[in-house]
């Protein structure tokens, strides 16, 4: 089973199976992971996720490594979202300002049929994104302790 990753408001990291089933399946098991009322999922290529920490937005068919981020649609619309600081930290927020709310995932990439599915990400990939990440946790966490 091919594996996912989610970034919680709470700066928690944790590992998911791709869901299975028909596409509709998939983004309503996907929707269900990001929580707080999604319905529908944003695919986002936040730039600091290929240029600082050196993933591709080159898709294959066949072990892809590419990455993307999902989100809520409209995290912007729910009262009780939370900043992301990870999520935010990839999309670059501090330079235009516009924050990631809400749970995100990471998930791979893949050429399969007519166009572009989201699957696991590719083991490499994964490895090498989940150390990342759970840097960033960690350094938000201990910057956010500081401040207090």
Same mark, same amino acid.
């Given at each position: %089973?091919?594996?996912?990753?989610?970034?919680?408001?709470?700066? $928690?990291?944790? *590992?998911?199976?791709?869901?299975?089933?028909? =596409?509709?399946?998939?983004?309503?098991?996907?929707?269900?992971?990001?929580?707080?009322?999604?319905?529908?999922?944003?695919? #986002? %290529?936040?730039?600091?996720?290929?240029?600082?920490?050196?993933?591709?937005?080159? *898709?294959?068919?066949?072990?892809?490594?590419? #990455?993307? %981020?999902? *989100?809520?649609?409209?995290?912007?619309?729910?009262?009780?979202? $939370?900043?992301?600081? =990870?999520?935010?930290? %990839?999309?670059?927020?501090?330079?235009?300002?516009?924050? =990631?709310?809400?749970?995100?995932?990471? #998930?791979?990439?893949?050429? $399969?049929?007519?166009? =572009?599915?989201?699957?696991?990400?590719?083991?490499?990939?994964?490895?090498? +994104?989940? $150390?990342? +990440?759970?840097?960033?946790?960690?350094?938000?966490?201990?910057?956010?302790? *500081?401040?207090?």
């Amino acid at each position: %089973m091919s594996k996912i990753i989610k970034v919680s408001t709470d700066l $928690k990291i944790t *590992v998911h199976d791709f869901p299975e089933g028909t =596409i509709s399946e998939q983004n309503r098991q996907l929707c269900e992971l990001i929580g707080n009322g999604c319905s529908m999922i944003e695919n #986002v %290529m936040p730039k600091r996720l290929y240029t600082g920490f050196g993933h591709t937005t080159h *898709v294959t068919s066949k072990d892809s490594k590419c #990455v993307s %981020m999902l *989100v809520d649609e409209e995290f912007l619309f729910r009262s009780n979202s $939370k900043p992301n600081l =990870i999520g935010s930290y %990839m999309y670059e927020t501090d330079k235009h300002k516009n924050p =990631i709310l809400g749970n995100v995932l990471f #998930v791979g990439n893949e050429y $399969k049929g007519d166009g =572009i599915s989201f699957c696991g990400i590719e083991r490499g990939t994964f490895d090498c +994104l989940y $150390k990342q +990440l759970i840097a960033l946790a960690e350094i938000a966490t201990y910057a956010g302790a *500081v401040q207090l």
